[in-house]
């Protein structure tokens, strides 16, 4: 049975085409996207999906979805932008209305994606917090790693951060990562000291708690690395290509994600559970 994701920050659906076309096996089942241009993208290429279109309004059930997927904005975490961090001023900030839900659902996976800068921003301070909401949220254990689309055959660098968390019944019982145990647990003094050694760790006691991707399989689809393939300005006069919503589309590329990427990680999802 395919696994249900709900695809948040969903932009033209880069998530959900890796993980329905390029691996196979999950079946998006919600999108929450803000953007109209990106709107009728996904329900032109996902007709029979719903979109909802603001996250702060957005609820689910418990159980409801097996995988998210949380392109959460990197706008203030950019080297391009201002740097301004995950706060409420910020339209990074954002990523907190995905640990609510995180709580809120449950799921057995969670997947974010963000740029590489999240790594040593605030020297590393707000990764720290990232790491700690998350296992903050639920019993999760957690996988980190960088792909580039370079890494996959790309003519282009686009380094990513891929973050993948799920619930420590799935995983290799050899390795160790980071658990703790949800909300109740966490109120404990055992799950209060997890926290706070967590949250105060150094970086050389994150290669402890946080399990590496070094199990991460590359994925068998390649990009094609012959940027002479690719039209890289309008064939017309006055940088007009014909195209209507021109800056819409190219501001929703920019935005997106390499599907190829993605499916490194959510090829993991699926030999997790082919290892439990």
């Not at 949380?70 to 339209?91: H, M, W, Y």
């Not at 605030?122 to 019993?139: C, R």
């Not at 980190?144 to 003519?155: F, M, Q, R, Y």
């Not at 012959?226 to 006055?238: C, F, H, N, Q, V």
Request: aromatic content about 10%; overall charge positive.
């Amino acid at each position: 049975m395919d696994l249900k994701l709900l695809d948040l920050f969903s932009g033209i659906g880069g998530f959900s085409y890796a993980a329905e076309k390029i691996v196979g096996g999950y079946k998006t089942t919600q999108f929450v996207e803000i953007d109209p241009y990106c709107q009728s993208v996904l329900r032109k290429n996902f007709p029979n999906t719903p979109i909802h279109d603001d996250i702060k309004t957005f609820s689910a059930k418990r159980g409801q979805f097996d995988v998210f997927t949380i392109g959460f904005p990197c706008q203030d975490l950019s080297v391009a932008g201002k740097q301004k961090g995950i706060n409420e001023e910020t339209r990074s900030g954002l990523f907190y209305e995905s640990i609510r839900l995180l709580r809120e659902v449950r799921p057995r996976f969670a997947l974010f994606e963000n740029v590489r800068n999240l790594l040593s921003h605030e020297k590393g301070g707000t990764f720290q917090e990232v790491l700690f909401q998350i296992a903050k949220a639920g019993n999760y254990e957690i996988e980190w790693a960088v792909i580039s689309a370079k890494d996959l055959g790309a003519c282009h660098l686009r380094q990513r951060i891929w973050i993948l968390a799920y619930s420590n019944c799935y995983g290799s019982p050899s390795t160790e990562g980071l658990r703790v145990n949800g909300e109740a647990d966490s109120s404990t003094q055992e799950g209060q000291n997890k926290i706070s050694e967590f949250k105060g760790s150094s970086e050389s006691s994150d290669s402890r708690i946080i399990q590496h991707s070094s199990k991460w399989r590359n994925s068998k689809h390649r990009l094609n690395s012959d940027w002479r393939g690719y039209a890289s300005k309008p064939t017309l006069r006055r940088g007009d290509d014909g195209l209507s919503n021109r800056i819409s589309r190219i501001r929703s590329l920019g935005n997106s994600i390499v599907p190829q990427c993605a499916a490194v990680p959510l090829q993991r999802i699926k030999d997790l559970i082919k290892e439990k």
